[in-house]
């Protein structure tokens, strides 16, 4: 299991913006590089979703709701990533969690960081 750690949510209007960060403090950075890296939500009562993943090449793929909106990137140096979440809306409230993937390791989970949008 891969440590990560969350921050950057917080309590925002409809149409604000929101920063989140993760880092896997850790990880040398060679071996970052070879983690799939990804945002997922969970809103109350709904299964966890994704958001937006990067590959080590930066490579991203965007739910569809987060399309147009969301950007996630990666410093792969920094061992982090970021999502940034511009034209927030209320259905965007969730707990954001950062992933750490890799096909035979599968993911490993940051604790969480909530995101609350009011109307």
């Known amino acids: 299991q891969v440590q990560l750690v969350e921050s950057g949510g917080g309590l925002v209007q409809a149409g604000g913006s929101l920063r989140l960060s993760c880092k896997a403090p850790r990880l040398i950075f060679s071996v970052f590089t070879t983690y799939i890296m990804g945002w997922y939500r969970q809103a109350p009562e709904k299964e966890r979703e994704l958001v937006a993943t990067i590959t080590s090449s930066k490579t991203t793929d965007y739910a569809d709701s987060a399309k147009g909106r969301f950007t996630i990137s990666r410093d792969n140096s920094q061992k982090k990533i970021y999502l940034q979440m511009n034209n927030l809306k209320p259905e965007d409230t969730a707990v954001y969690y950062c992933?750490?993937?890799?096909?035979?390791?599968?993911?490993?989970w940051g604790p969480g960081t909530q995101v609350t949008v009011s109307s």
């Open positions: 992933s750490a993937y890799t096909p035979t390791g599968g993911h490993s």
